[in-house]
């Protein structure tokens, strides 16, 4: 019987004519098909394959009883329920890693573009001029060039860059300084401190609620006047508006970007800008790379509907039925606590050790630590992360798993506590414990104990022990029209320190976070979702 697959998205005709010569495949092939239109279409379908225009979502797949993979032509899988298909055992599968280089490659012409003056140069040409001095330009040898995230495309842009003969600078606080020894790269542990030193900055971050809008107005003030910025990256990791109001003042010289806070219609004063220039998110659009993305999708359809093991999984159905409940908490939990390491963090980790108390020591730990590395990986590296290849993205940040067990541990039933260390020293412990097989809760930040239940937007604040400061929380949470769900509090001595865990209805906006570390007496303020 014939494997029916619907493919939505464009592919390169070399990808088409492979599914299509699959005697085993009965291909129907409706690139940017009208939503009425996929939802007629998908009910037969056993294998769908997309790419950004195709929303697949609870709708499509409630419609699609028969489908066994989703396969999305890119690396990004924000469009597809990956929840919802993963109950129903459906295998969602992408092909990360195919347009790193195009990526890198573009970040590379973007700056010589804009250094050299060469559309100016080439647009002058075509309409008859020839003006040599106009067009004088600047090199990239001896600039400093600072690399925000330093990722699969931010190293590969570190490797270019140290062809030109440029001083590379990086600031990624969520790999091993190994890494940037690794790539060449000098590591700058505080993003303000490298911007200073920087004649061009570019990003390769993913877009996240700690990444976006992290470059903007105070941060591009710090740079030295004339200097560059990049975005081939994600839309909205930069300020627009605070960019343009820069190069209108002549503090940044120039901008090269290709994704923006609004596609496909960018803030029309910055493409007009003659300082500025551009490309319509053109970082993937490579033949090399669309080559590789079909090539690769069809491979990895043709393994999956065969039964073979695929190179790219987003998610594995079959984790998501674990036997023993007490293991299917952890698991969850863990990911859980992955996620919260991720978002406070403060120092490049070196090692990460878990430790399983009680009952839990007794049981395989497997999936308990893939989730924690799941959890964590998903919070901090440019790319989407799966079970199959979390220990992939652990391994390149350079950190080091161990495991250990506690079964005398006694002031819980169960419990899992994790211990991240840095190359300096720092340490940051995290615990969590599970209640009757089923009620999870965070147990330990550091040496504060509390049972809070792991989900929705959590305020972590630490301060100094003194009256008042509970009240001036809830006041200036108040004064933003925060509502507060709950509130657990937790001291290591009486007048020492103290944390709160504060769950609100609504988040606070990154200027309400920094806002409320100016209260007095408080040390430390960190925005969690969970």
């Known amino acids: 019987m014939s494997t029916h697959v619907l493919i939505t998205g464009h592919l390169h005709e070399s990808a088409i004519a492979g599914f299509k010569a699959n005697k085993d495949f009965n291909v129907l092939y409706a690139p940017d098909c009208e939503r009425s239109e996929l939802l007629r279409l998908v009910p037969k379908a056993q294998v769908l394959v997309t790419r950004s225009e195709t929303d697949v979502d609870r709708e499509v797949i409630e419609h699609a009883p028969e489908l066994k993979v989703i396969a999305r032509a890119a690396v990004g899988v924000g469009n597809i329920d990956i929840d919802l298909a993963t109950k129903k055992g459906i295998l969602v599968i992408n092909c990360p890693g195919k347009n790193t280089n195009s990526a890198a490659e573009l970040t590379l012409a973007l700056a010589l573009a804009m250094l050299r003056n060469v559309p100016q140069a080439h647009q002058t040409m075509k309409t008859g001029g020839w003006d040599r001095h106009r067009f004088t330009g600047r090199e990239l040898r001896g600039k400093r060039i600072g690399i925000v995230g330093l990722g699969n495309v931010g190293h590969r842009v570190a490797q270019f860059a140290r062809g030109f003969d440029m001083e590379v600078y990086a600031y990624d606080p969520y790999i091993s300084p190994q890494v940037f020894e690794r790539h060449q790269a000098r590591q700058f542990r505080d993003l303000d401190e490298m911007l200073r030193v920087t004649d061009i900055l570019t990003v390769h971050v993913p877009l996240n609620k700690e990444t976006k809008g992290m470059i903007k107005g105070a941060q591009l003030d710090l740079m030295p006047r004339g200097s560059y910025v990049l975005n081939v990256a994600r839309g909205g990791v930069i300020v627009e508006k605070d960019l343009l109001t820069r190069i209108e003042s002549g503090q940044i010289a120039g901008a090269g970007i290709d994704t923006w806070e609004s596609e496909p219609k960018p803030l029309p004063a910055l493409l007009q ?87 839990l020591a007794a049981l395989d730990h497997s999936i308990v630590r893939l989730s924690l590395m799941k959890g964590y990986a998903s919070k901090v590296v440019d790319g989407y992360v799966s079970f ?40 940051l412990t995290v615990g969590g414990v599970v209640f009757d097989d089923r009620y999870s809760r965070i147990s330990l930040i550091n040496d504060f104990y509390f049972e809070l239940e792991p989900t929705g937007d959590i305020i972590i604040v630490e301060n100094n022990d003194r009256p008042g400061v509970i009240g001036d929380v809830g006041h200036f949470l108040a004064s933003r029209g925060v509502n507060i769900d709950s509130f657990e509090l937790s001291r290591n001595r009486k007048g020492g320190r103290a944390m709160a865990l504060v769950r609100i209805d609504s ?24």
């Open 273 to 359: 800008s003659d300082k500025v220039w551009c490309s319509p998110h053109i970082g993937a659009s490579t033949l090399e790379a669309q080559i590789a993305i079909g090539e690769t999708i069809l491979r990895q359809v043709e393994k999956a509907i065969a039964g073979g093991v695929v190179d790219y999984p987003v998610n594995l159905p079959q984790v998501g039925v674990i036997d023993n409940p007490l293991l299917n908490a952890y698991a969850v939990l863990a990911e859980k606590l992955g996620s919260l390491i991720g978002q406070i963090i403060s120092f490049n980790p070196k090692s990460v050790e878990l430790s399983y108390r009680g009952d």
């Open 507 to 530: 988040p606070l906006s990154p200027d309400g976070v920094a806002a409320m570390s100016k209260i007095s007496n408080v040390l430390a303020v960190h925005e969690v979702n969970l």
């Open 388 to 427: 199959v290849n979390v220990e992939t993205h652990i391994e390149k940040m350079g950190l080091t798993i161990t495991e250990s067990k506690d079964p005398n541990f006694q002031s819980y039933k169960s419990a899992l506590k994790v211990r991240c260390r840095g190359a300096d020293g720092a340490e």
